[in-house]
């Protein structure tokens, strides 16, 4: 990475500041570049969808791993229901999508209410064996039907249904002579695997899923600082995570610090994050004490109130080039993690050192975050919070006495509730990884790079002022 000459400056930058300069290129096409990282997270895209209650589930987990990023549970989930959820995640198909199933006698209003949980748009009504015989539509906005009808006389029959093991594009191929928009897919005892519509085909042949050494699906998840913390990293470790992040808002402190020698020392045999801090001291810290993987980023989410409400913080691209120089100094990698919201920005990202972007905020609005989908005058839109908001704080102190509830409730960093709208363009997250992919695979092609190393040790970079970015934005409706 360098600089224009004479555009390097004296103070701190965030993602909006910077503007990357074309280079001579060999790249004949985007599907050349290589995205895969290699800090142990074994993503094949650089994302990570942060540990966020209101972003970070099941549903997400499995889907953002079949296209070769990484989800983090997060740290307030019980050990329980984390183990329940990484075992759904590791037992699902690397191809076909998991669907919504429903009985016969299941009410239509079950179905309606359950579609907008996956976002192909339809349920399979199954049998008692797990075969499936049917499937229902998600109606159409204003569209009357009757919710206390039973599936049995308001499913469709299935228009294509296909081995499991059939090629994408053959499965592809079949959905364009059935003119249909979606293939259910079986074992060889008729038993329901999957789904697959044509766009899901297209994609399985572009992605390559985030497996571990057994071909499953990759997931990680949190573990905080308080309570039984080596206790906690084994057991989500046997439950089958295959990374673990070690996570607190200020990660360089004693605690951590303590906590992280701690985990680290026990030989879980998984890759270990933690953070956050945005300083080569912090990062420096947290690697010593046994971190693979250091977070950066201190207040540049959009849920995250810290800076207006402490000062404390930095702008992000500064701190990952600090964080990021550090860190491949001593061995090791930085995830660069808030402030995205364009893929440029993921781009820059990459560019300043980091292995994986994490992805919050930007990821609450589509039908695989875990929250019930609201409408209103706007149109769909989920609920998302912070994960050190009044409402994080509370569900992480349920434990606690009602004095120290009570007590803990009256500081809070983050925002409680914010609605974030579903994009009708881009309404899933694979629409978004889609969004993203494109958007740096053509950053790779334009400095003339190939893969995402490359792309770091490549990148000549501008400063440009706040004019400069607003001449980038697209105007659709014209001057």
Known sequence: MRFLEGHRPDHDLTYDDLFIVPNRSSATSRFDVDLSTDDGSGTTIPLVVANMTAIAGKRMAETVARRGGLVVLPQDVPIDAAARTIGEVKSRHLVADTPVTLRADDLMANAQALIPKRAHGYAVV???????????????????????????????????????????????????????????????????????????????????????????????????????????????????????????????????????????????????????????????????????????????????TTRMMTGVGRPQFSAVVECATAAREAGAHVWADGGIRHPRDVALAVAAGASNAMVGSWFAGTYESPGDLHADAGGEYKVSFGMASKRAVAARSVGDNAYDRARKSLFEEGISSSRIRIDPERPSVEDLIDHISSGVRSTATYTGATSLPELHEKVVLGVQSAAGFAEGRPLPGGW
């Open 126 to 304: 199954i049998d008692d064996d797990n075969r499936p015989i049917g499937l229902i539509a998600r109606a159409a906005a204003g569209h009357e039907i009757d919710m206390f009808t039973d599936l049995r006389s308001a499913m469709t029959p299935i228009p294509v249904t296909l081995s499991a093991d059939t090629d994408p594009r053959a499965v592809f191929e079949a959905l364009v002579d059935a003119n249909a928009d979606l293939a259910v897919l079986i074992d060889d005892d008729g038993l329901l695997v999957g789904v697959l519509t044509r766009t899901g085909a297209l994609r399985a042949g572009i992605y390559q899923p985030n497996v571990n050494a057994q071909g499953r699906l990759r997931v990680a998840t949190a573990v905080g600082i308080n309570g039984d913390v080596i206790g906690n990293a084994r057991a989500l470790v046997t439950a089958g995570a295959d990374l673990l992040v070690v996570d607190t808002a200020h990660g360089h402190q004693e605690k951590m610090l303590s906590a992280l020698s701690a985990i680290a020392g026990a030989d879980l045999g998984v890759p270990l994050a933690a953070g956050n801090v945005v300083s080569r001291r912090g990062t420096l810290d947290l690697i010593e004490a046994g971190a693979n993987i250091v977070k950066v980023g201190v207040g540049p989410g959009a849920m995250c």
